[in-house]
C-alpha cells in the first residue's frame, strides 16, 4: 500500500512540475477544495465536459460519424478525401513560439491598507456612480412628468447608489433569488445591513435605475444603448489594471442559473423565468483567470457589428474571436478556443497578427474547411489509449487523439512533436501530444474558476437584458478586483476568502464602520 501511495505521490509530483512549467499558478484564489477536476489536469475523455463552454463534450468530437468510419460531411468538408489532404503532410517538423514581450500581473501597485472598496473602484470609480445618479434622478423626473409625480420621491444621492450597489450585490454573498429578502423575516433576511436603507426607498431606486436615461440622437438602435458607456469604461479598466499571461482562453463563462435553486423550482416556475437573449463571451487569462476583455452579444434586435444577420454559428463566432483578440495583435499570445470557434481560416487569419492558437475540433460545430478528410473520420482499427495521428502543414498541426474516443485538435502554437501525458488517479498516465496536455491544464484552471467564482455573481435578475448585462459585469468587475486583491499586499495584512472580500465590499458600499483589511 505505501509503495501505491508512493507512485501515486510521484505522478502528481510530476503533473505540478508540468502545471508550473505551463505557467499555470497552483491556486492564486488560495481556495483549495472540491471541484470539477481529480487531479491539476482536466479530465480529457469522452465523457467529461472538457471544454465548459457549455457547448459540447469532447465526444462531441465523433458526433456525425458513422461506427464504418464515414463522415457525414462536417461543415466545409468535401466528399474526395485526396483533395482536402492537399497540402497536409505526415512528415512533422518542430516549431516556436515568439517570445511573449509582457510580464504578467497588475499594473498599478495598492497599498497594504487598500480595501475591498478600493479594488472595486478600479472598474466602477466614484464618477462612473455618480453618472448613476444623474441618469437616475434624469429618468425619474422624466417619468413622474408624464405618468404623475409620485409622493415621496427625492433625488438620489451618490451615498444612497452606493448602498442601492451594496444591497444587489449582497445577493451574490448570500446567494438569495430576490434582493427584497433582506428586509423581509425570511431564511435571507439581514438584519445587519437592511437599517442603512428602507425597503420602500430602495424599490423606488430600483424603479427608476439607469445608467443611460435617454436615447442619444447619434445612438443609432443599438440594443444595448442604455448600458454602452457602462461596459466601454469597464472595457478600459480591465484592459489598463492588469496585463494577462501568454496563454489565454476565449470562451462563455459559466453564468446559468443556481443549480440548487433550479432543482427546488416548480416546472411552472421554470417556464415563467425568461431566457436570456443575450450571450456573453470573455478573454481570460489562464494563469491567474483575470477577464481582460468582455463581448456582449444580443440575440435579438440589431448589433453593433452586424453579428445579428449571421446565422452560420461557426461564423459568428469567428467574428465574436476577433472582437475579443483585437488588442493582442504583435505580442505572440496563445489563445486556447472551444469547438465552435476552432478554424483553420481563423488560425491562420490570427498567425499573421502575431496570435497563436489552441482550439478543440469538432465535426458538428467547427468549420473544417480546408482540414485533411481523413483525420476528420474514425478508422476501422482499434486504437489504444494515447494513441494519436498528426498532419501537418506549415505551422500548422491537426491532431487525432484517442482516450475513449476520438479527440481533435488543431495548433500553430505547440510542436508536434513534443510529447505530454494527461495524469489520472485511476488510470495512471496517459501519452499523448504537448497540445493536448496544455489545453487540457490551461482549459482545467479556468474550469476551476467556473466552479469557484460563477456562485459569487449577483443573483438578482431583472427582467430588462440590459440590466441583467449590467450585473454580470458588475460580478466579473468584482471577481476580477479580488484577483488583484490576492495578488497585492493587501491580501498579506488580511487574507479574506472571496466570500469575505464580497461581505467586505457589501459593507463598504452601504457606508458602513470598521471596513480596513486591517480590522
Given at each position: 500500500?505505501?509503495?501505491?501511495?508512493?507512485?501515486?505521490?510521484?505522478?502528481?509530483?510530476?503533473?505540478?512540475?508540468?502545471?508550473?512549467?505551463?505557467?499555470?499558478?497552483?491556486?492564486?484564489?488560495?481556495?483549495?477544495?472540491?471541484?470539477?477536476?481529480?487531479?491539476?489536469?482536466?479530465?480529457?475523455?469522452?465523457?467529461?465536459?472538457?471544454?465548459?463552454?457549455?457547448?459540447?463534450?469532447?465526444?462531441?468530437?465523433?458526433?456525425?460519424?458513422?461506427?464504418?468510419?464515414?463522415?457525414?460531411?462536417?461543415?466545409?468538408?468535401?466528399?474526395?478525401?485526396?483533395?482536402?489532404?492537399?497540402?497536409?503532410?505526415?512528415?512533422?517538423?518542430?516549431?516556436?513560439?515568439?517570445?511573449?514581450?509582457?510580464?504578467?500581473?497588475?499594473?498599478?501597485?495598492?497599498?497594504?491598507?487598500?480595501?475591498?472598496?478600493?479594488?472595486?473602484?478600479?472598474?466602477?470609480?466614484?464618477?462612473?456612480?455618480?453618472?448613476?445618479?444623474?441618469?437616475?434622478?434624469?429618468?425619474?423626473?422624466?417619468?413622474?412628468?408624464?405618468?404623475?409625480?409620485?409622493?415621496?420621491?427625492?433625488?438620489?444621492?451618490?451615498?444612497?447608489?452606493?448602498?442601492?450597489?451594496?444591497?444587489v450585490t449582497s445577493t451574490g454573498v448570500n446567494r438569495c433569488e430576490s434582493v427584497l429578502s433582506i428586509w423581509s423575516s425570511g431564511f435571507f433576511s439581514n438584519r445587519s445591513i437592511a437599517h442603512k436603507m428602507s425597503q420602500a426607498r430602495f424599490e423606488k431606486i430600483l424603479k427608476y435605475f439607469h445608467i443611460v436615461?435617454?436615447?442619444?440622437?447619434?445612438?443609432?438602435?443599438?440594443g444595448l444603448y442604455k448600458i454602452q458607456p457602462f461596459l466601454d469604461s469597464l472595457q478600459q479598466s480591465f484592459g489598463s489594471a492588469f496585463r494577462p499571461s501568454q496563454t489565454q482562453v476565449l470562451h462563455e463563462p459559466l453564468i446559468d442559473e443556481d443549480p440548487v435553486f433550479i432543482t427546488t423550482c416548480t416546472e411552472?416556475?421554470?417556464?415563467?423565468?425568461?431566457?436570456?437573449?443575450?450571450?456573453?463571451?470573455?478573454?481570460?487569462?489562464?494563469?491567474?483567470?483575470?477577464?481582460?476583455?468582455?463581448?456582449?452579444?444580443?440575440?435579438?434586435?440589431?448589433?453593433?457589428?452586424?453579428?445579428?444577420?449571421?446565422?452560420?454559428?461557426?461564423?459568428?463566432?469567428?467574428?465574436?474571436?476577433?472582437?475579443?483578440?483585437?488588442?493582442?495583435?504583435?505580442?505572440?499570445?496563445?489563445?486556447?478556443?472551444?469547438?465552435?470557434?476552432?478554424?483553420?481560416?481563423?488560425?491562420?487569419?490570427?498567425?499573421?497578427?502575431?496570435?497563436?492558437?489552441?482550439?478543440?475540433?469538432?465535426?458538428?460545430?467547427?468549420?473544417?474547411?480546408?482540414?485533411?478528410?481523413?483525420?476528420?473520420?474514425?478508422?476501422?482499427?482499434?486504437?489504444?489509449?494515447?494513441?494519436?495521428?498528426?498532419?501537418?502543414?506549415?505551422?500548422?498541426?491537426?491532431?487525432?487523439?484517442?482516450?475513449?474516443?476520438?479527440?481533435?485538435?488543431?495548433?500553430?502554437?505547440?510542436?508536434?512533436?513534443?510529447?505530454?501525458?494527461?495524469?489520472?488517479?485511476?488510470?495512471?498516465?496517459?501519452?499523448?501530444?504537448?497540445?493536448?496536455?496544455?489545453?487540457?491544464?490551461?482549459?482545467?484552471?479556468?474550469?476551476?474558476?467556473?466552479?469557484?467564482?460563477?456562485?459569487?455573481?449577483?443573483?438578482?435578475?431583472?427582467?430588462?437584458?440590459?440590466?441583467?448585462?449590467?450585473?454580470?459585469?458588475?460580478?466579473?468587475?468584482?471577481?476580477?478586483?479580488?484577483?488583484?486583491?490576492?495578488?497585492?499586499?493587501?491580501?498579506?495584512?488580511?487574507?479574506?476568502?472571496?466570500?469575505?472580500?464580497?461581505?467586505?465590499?457589501?459593507?463598504?458600499?452601504?457606508?458602513?464602520?470598521?471596513?480596513?483589511?486591517?480590522?
Amino acid at each position: 500500500m505505501a509503495e501505491c501511495g508512493k507512485k501515486g505521490l510521484s505522478l502528481l509530483e510530476k503533473a505540478r512540475s508540468r502545471y508550473e512549467s505551463l505557467q499555470i499558478s497552483d491556486d492564486v484564489f488560495g481556495e483549495s477544495g472540491d471541484d470539477s477536476s481529480e487531479n491539476p489536469f482536466y479530465s480529457t475523455t469522452g465523457d467529461s465536459n472538457s471544454d465548459n463552454y457549455n457547448e459540447t463534450n469532447l465526444d462531441d468530437a465523433r458526433a456525425g460519424e458513422t461506427r464504418s468510419g464515414q463522415s457525414c460531411g462536417p461543415p466545409g468538408s468535401v466528399s474526395n478525401g485526396q483533395a482536402q489532404d492537399d497540402g497536409w503532410s505526415d512528415a512533422l517538423q518542430d516549431i516556436s513560439v515568439p517570445n511573449y514581450p509582457d510580464t504578467h500581473g497588475p499594473t498599478q501597485k495598492m497599498s497594504a491598507t487598500a480595501t475591498a472598496m478600493d479594488f472595486f473602484q478600479i472598474f466602477v470609480p466614484d464618477n462612473a456612480i455618480q453618472n448613476m445618479v444623474t441618469q437616475t434622478n434624469m429618468y425619474a423626473k422624466k417619468f413622474q412628468e408624464r405618468f404623475g409625480s409620485e409622493e415621496g420621491w427625492t433625488n438620489v444621492t451618490l451615498a444612497e447608489m452606493k448602498a442601492f450597489l451594496g444591497y444587489v450585490t449582497s445577493t451574490g454573498v448570500n446567494r438569495c433569488e430576490s434582493v427584497l429578502s433582506i428586509w423581509s423575516s425570511g431564511f435571507f433576511s439581514n438584519r445587519s445591513i437592511a437599517h442603512k436603507m428602507s425597503q420602500a426607498r430602495f424599490e423606488k431606486i430600483l424603479k427608476y435605475f439607469h445608467i443611460v436615461a435617454f436615447r442619444s440622437s447619434h445612438g443609432g438602435s443599438q440594443g444595448l444603448y442604455k448600458i454602452q458607456p457602462f461596459l466601454d469604461s469597464l472595457q478600459q479598466s480591465f484592459g489598463s489594471a492588469f496585463r494577462p499571461s501568454q496563454t489565454q482562453v476565449l470562451h462563455e463563462p459559466l453564468i446559468d442559473e443556481d443549480p440548487v435553486f433550479i432543482t427546488t423550482c416548480t416546472e411552472r416556475e421554470l417556464r415563467k423565468r425568461k431566457k436570456r437573449k443575450f450571450s456573453l463571451w470573455v478573454r481570460q487569462c489562464s494563469s491567474t483567470g483575470f477577464i481582460s476583455q468582455i463581448y456582449v452579444h444580443l440575440k435579438e434586435g440589431p448589433g453593433p457589428d452586424g453579428l445579428d444577420t449571421l446565422k452560420n454559428k461557426p461564423q459568428l463566432h469567428s467574428l465574436v474571436a476577433k472582437q475579443l483578440c483585437q488588442n493582442l495583435s504583435g505580442r505572440n499570445a496563445i489563445i486556447f478556443t472551444g469547438p465552435s470557434i476552432t478554424s483553420l481560416n481563423l488560425f491562420q487569419e490570427f498567425e499573421k497578427q502575431g496570435i497563436y492558437c489552441c482550439g478543440l475540433l469538432s465535426t458538428r460545430k467547427s468549420d473544417c474547411t480546408g482540414l485533411p478528410q481523413s483525420m476528420l473520420i474514425n478508422t476501422d482499427t482499434p486504437q489504444q489509449r494515447g494513441q494519436s495521428r498528426i498532419k501537418m502543414r506549415g505551422n500548422m498541426s491537426i491532431i487525432n487523439w484517442y482516450n475513449k474516443g476520438n479527440f481533435r485538435f488543431l495548433t500553430n502554437a505547440y510542436s508536434p512533436n513534443k510529447e505530454g501525458v494527461i495524469i489520472k488517479r485511476k488510470s495512471g498516465e496517459i501519452p499523448c501530444p504537448l497540445a493536448v496536455e496544455a489545453f487540457a491544464a490551461h482549459l482545467s484552471y479556468i474550469c476551476k474558476y467556473d466552479d469557484k467564482y460563477s456562485k459569487y455573481f449577483i443573483f438578482h435578475k431583472p427582467n430588462k437584458t440590459w440590466q441583467q448585462v449590467f450585473w454580470l459585469t458588475i460580478s466579473i468587475a468584482i471577481n476580477n478586483a479580488y484577483i488583484l486583491y490576492k495578488m497585492s499586499d493587501a491580501y498579506h495584512v488580511k487574507r479574506y476568502s472571496r466570500a469575505q472580500f464580497g461581505e467586505r465590499l457589501v459593507k463598504e458600499l452601504l457606508g458602513m464602520d470598521d471596513c480596513s483589511p486591517t480590522q
